[in-house]
Structure formats: C-alpha cells, structure tokens
C-alpha cells in the first residue's frame, strides 16, 4: 500500500528517519526515565542492595515489590548508569545510584522523591499552554503561586524543604570551601532555609559568626544545632525570621543568596536587593549563587534548570549581563564571579 504523499514507494524504516533519531527519542521518552526514578527512589530500592547484587526477584521479596516488573524499570535505568545488571540477571549499585541509598552521607534520596513529584510532572505538562500565554504552568495547575501553594500546604512545604537540604548539602560545602571567607565577621544567609550553608561555612572559619534568615516556620525546622559540628559551631549562630522582601538582619558583614535570585521575576528581585542593601554597611559584600546562563547551544545544567523556573514559578536563570543590570539598579557593583565546581558561580558584589 502506498503511504507517501506524491510517490509510488513505502517511507523508510521509522529507525532510519531523521525525524526518529536518538538524540530525539530519548528527549521524547524523558519523563518515562523521571518516573522510573520516582518509583525506585520512593521504595527505597537502593537500601536494599547496599550489601551488594541481588537477583530481582529476591529484590522485590525484600522491598515488597513485584519482581517482573521492578526488573524492567531497574534494566531502564541501567542504561542511563543508575544501577548495573549482571548477566547472572543480578542488580547492583552504580556510583550514580548510591546516593538513593538513606543511609549514606550526603544522600540524594528526598531530594530526588521532591524533584519527580507530581508537583513538577504537572507543571511540566503545561508547557504547551504556556508557550501561547506565557503563563506560569504551576500557576495554572494549581490555581495559585507555588510558595503560596508551599504556604497552605504543610506536606508539600516540609517535602520542599527536606528536599533541597538533601540536594543543597553537597553544594553547601563546595560553596564554603570555594569562596575565601574572612577570618572575622558575621554571614548573614537570605533565605537560607535549614541552615545548611551556615553550618558549613562556620565549620570551616571558627572566627566568624552566621543569622540564618528565612520564613519563621522554615527557620523553625533548622538543622544547625544537629550532626557532628554541633557543638563546634554552638553559640556562633542565631536564626531570624521574616520577609526578605521587606527586611533583613541588619549589620552582616557578608550576605548571601544562594538559589534566590532564580525563583522570581526583576522586580521581585529587586525588592530583595533593596533589602539588603539597606541592611549592608560600608565594606560589606553581597554573594548571589546562582547559575550564570553561558552563550551558545552546548549543554549546560542552568539551560535545563532554566525551564524548572518557567514551569514552577515567575524567575529564570540569568546571563552575566542580566545580573550585573538586575544588581547595579539595587545599588550593588560586581566585583568578580566565581566559578563553583558544580553548575553555579559565587557573584561577589558590593554596595555602591
């Protein structure tokens, strides 16, 4: 039978047509890969082979799951290098998936159960809406803003916030060891959440001080009095809670935004830099971390995390260009960006 248009031949095979190229069938089955990961993140499958391989009927018994079809998931994944299937028919961990693992440091666990919730999967799905309109897709969904939505809903808030303590972990320390504090001093983190990133940067300079500052519920939940540098950092911190919109602490000799900047609109932004730069005495500095935007089509995380803040809220990533505008309008100069060993740079600004 003839099928194409205009000739007496059949099309080619689908698998030989640009239009079916790998590169787009795997953007195309994406969200299949995200919640595979969901599922095996949610039962906690990694915890079981933490004593090593396991054939996956034997894995099912123990997470409790169904074994044909916990082995097809795992055997997707495993193409993608998170978890390895022997050719005994056994699973392991890859070193991309022990960090699924709860019981190791550093675990990725909540913050990958957060980042493939229904919350994101339906934003996402709005994409096409939001092209024609360019209104936010969480709005849509939701029929309100999403920290508005975070506000009026305590499971969700105490998801996120879990959540990006685990992904914000390892970048804390990065940050801490990347930027060169000074010896003596108080920081003050803006919106810094649990307090990740105070503790450890006080853990590395025992001569300065930190205010973490935050929402009064969020500050509430901090993490600052608990794990082994408890006691090294006791009595150099305090929390304050508030609306960085409005206010902050005032008197800090640096202040940092670590992934705040990204979550709002210029004007927000603004808001928040006026803040500040209220609060900032003579000779203090201002630390945005944030992804800086890079010119050109090669891959970078910030392209990607970019539409997370289309889907999700009224921010967006920004170039060099952007910041150094968004910043000198607020009363801030750049002194130099930072390049952070993982996607983000240390903006380093101060008042003018």
């Known amino acids: 039978m003839d099928v194409t248009p205009g000739t007496g031949n059949p099309p080619d095979h689908p698998a030989d047509h640009p239009a079916f190229s790998a590169q787009l069938s795997?953007?195309?089955?994406?969200?299949?890969?995200?919640?595979?990961l969901r599922a095996v993140a949610v039962h906690r499958v990694a915890d079981h082979l933490a004593d090593g391989p396991l054939?996956?009927?034997?894995?099912?018994?123990?997470a409790g799951l169904h074994g044909p079809t916990l082995r097809?998931?795992?055997?997707?994944?495993a193409t993608r290098g998170i978890f390895q299937e022997d050719e005994q028919g056994a699973f392991a961990?890859?070193?991309?998936?022990?960090?699924?693992?709860?019981?190791?440091?550093?675990?990725?666990?909540?913050?990958?159960?957060?980042?493939t919730d229904e919350v994101f999967q339906r934003s996402a799905a709005g994409m096409e809406?939001?092209?024609?309109?360019?209104?936010?897709?969480?709005?849509?969904?939701?029929?309100?803003p999403f920290f508005d939505y975070?506000?009026?809903?305590?499971?969700?808030?105490?998801?996120?916030?879990?959540?990006m303590a685990s992904m914000?972990?390892?970048?804390?320390?990065?940050?801490?060891?990347t930027y060169e504090f000074p010896a003596t001093g108080t920081v003050v983190d803006v919106g810094g959440g649990r307090g990740g990133l105070v503790r450890a940067v006080l853990s590395r300079n025992p001569g300065l001080t930190g205010v973490l500052f935050d929402q009064e519920q969020t500050v509430a939940a901090h993490l600052l009095d608990e794990g082994p540098s408890a006691k090294e950092i006791a009595g150099r911190w305090r929390t304050d809670g508030g609306s960085f919109f409005e206010s902050v602490t005032p008197g800090g000799d640096i202040y940092v935004l670590k992934h705040i900047l990204h979550d709002w609109k210029?004007?927000?932004?603004?808001?928040?830099?006026?803040?500040?730069?209220?609060?900032?005495?003579?000779?203090?500095?201002l630390l945005a971390v944030d992804a800086v935007l890079p010119p050109g089509n090669e891959p970078h995380f910030a392209k990607a995390l970019d539409i997370i803040m289309l889907a999700l809220v009224t921010g967006r990533e920004r170039t060099e260009q952007e910041f150094r505008d968004l910043l000198g309008e607020a009363g801030f100069r750049i002194d130099r960006i930072i390049s952070a060993p993982n996607f983000a740079s240390i903006i380093e600004a101060v008042p003018v």
């Not at 961990?93 to 980042?115: K, N, Q, Y």
């Not at 914000?168 to 060891?177: H, K, M, N, R």
């Not at 006026?274 to 000779?283: S, Y």
């Open 72 to 77: 097809r998931v795992l055997r997707l994944l």
């Open 129 to 144: 809406d939001t092209l024609r309109t360019g209104r936010t897709p969480f709005d849509t969904a939701y029929g309100m």
């Open 150 to 163: 975070l506000r009026t809903n305590a499971d969700a808030q105490q998801s996120f916030d879990t959540g």
């Open 168 to 177: 914000s972990g390892p970048e804390d320390e990065l940050i801490a060891e």
């Open 93 to 115: 961990l890859t070193p991309d998936a022990e960090p699924l693992r709860t019981d190791v440091p550093a675990s990725a666990h909540t913050g990958m159960v957060w980042i």
């Open 55 to 62: 054939q996956s009927g034997e894995l099912a018994r123990r």
């Open 266 to 285: 210029d004007e927000d932004c603004l808001r928040i830099l006026r803040a500040i730069r209220a609060a900032i005495p003579v000779g203090g500095r």
């Open 26 to 36: 795997e953007v195309s089955l994406g969200h299949f890969y995200a919640s595979a």
